[in-house]
């Protein structure tokens, strides 16, 4: 069975740090996604991430993926209000039928 | 562009009423999903249907059923609600199947009394 642990799963920050979001799986995959949802609003997707050592980057977010360690990290540059948001990786289950599993969702408040 | 269309956005319902939830999308899109997200967890798959005319089960269908109406339409039923199913509902889309990028739905928020 697939597992996805996320942390932290709340994070308050200040404008203009760094940090980084972790998201764990325990079985194979080799795809993964990022998707932000906005507090009362839908989720959008951020990143896919394909295969191992994928890095994509979209303004103050890199994401990366490194299947050997079952990891991936989104990472927080120079943090603005903007950003604050639920992140949530999903990974898909290489199984027959692709099923997608997701982390519980990470908190994020970034304080001006 | 619409994209994924799932009404309603509200919904308040007593133990035992039924409803349906309804989604459409306008992508072309052959695989839809119905999610539903619950504090402090992820999103848990109810029922998905990879191309229409198909339609499975998925992590957590206990008390609904769904109907792939046709390629763009596919609605999720409450037989008989219970305040376990209190919880916001997500309709989704993707191209082929659930390893593809998803598009979702604004959600219903459906609380069960």
């Known amino acids: 069975e697939l597992k996805v642990e996320q942390n932290p ?3 308050s920050m200040q404008e203009g740090k760094n940090y980084t979001i972790y998201c764990n799986y325990s079985t194979t995959s080799d795809r993964l996604y990022w998707y932000r949802q906005d507090p009362g609003k839908s989720l959008e997707s951020l990143f896919v991430l394909l295969s191992n050592g994928a890095v994509k980057q979209e303004g103050r977010l890199m994401a990366s993926l490194d299947t050997k360690a079952r990891l991936s990290t989104l990472h927080i540059t120079a943090a603005v209000h903007d950003l604050s948001a639920t992140y949530f990786c999903a990974v898909v289950l290489m199984d027959s039928n692709y099923q997608l ?3 519980a969702g990470t908190k994020l408040i970034i304080k001006p | 562009n619409a994209g994924v269309t799932q009404t309603p956005k509200f919904q308040v319902l007593k133990t035992g009423q039924s409803m349906t939830l309804q989604c459409a999308q ?3 899109h ?4 119905w999610y539903r997200q619950d504090p402090g967890m992820g999103l848990r798959l109810i029922y998905y249907s990879a191309s229409e005319g198909t339609t499975d089960k998925g992590e957590v269908p206990n008390g609904y059923n ?3 109406l046709n390629k763009r339409e596919f609605s999720l039923r409450l037989e008989s609600a219970a305040p376990s199913q209190t919880s916001v509902y997500f309709c989704a889309s993707s191209r082929t199947g659930m390893s593809e990028k998803l598009f979702f739905g604004s959600g219903t928020q459906l609380s069960v009394l």
């Open chain 1, 9 to 11: 799963l709340f994070l």
């Open chain 1, 101 to 103: 599993i997701w982390g």
């Open chain 2, 26 to 28: 306008d992508m072309n």
């Open chain 2, 30 to 33: 052959n695989s839809m999903y």
């Open chain 2, 66 to 68: 769904v109907s792939r």
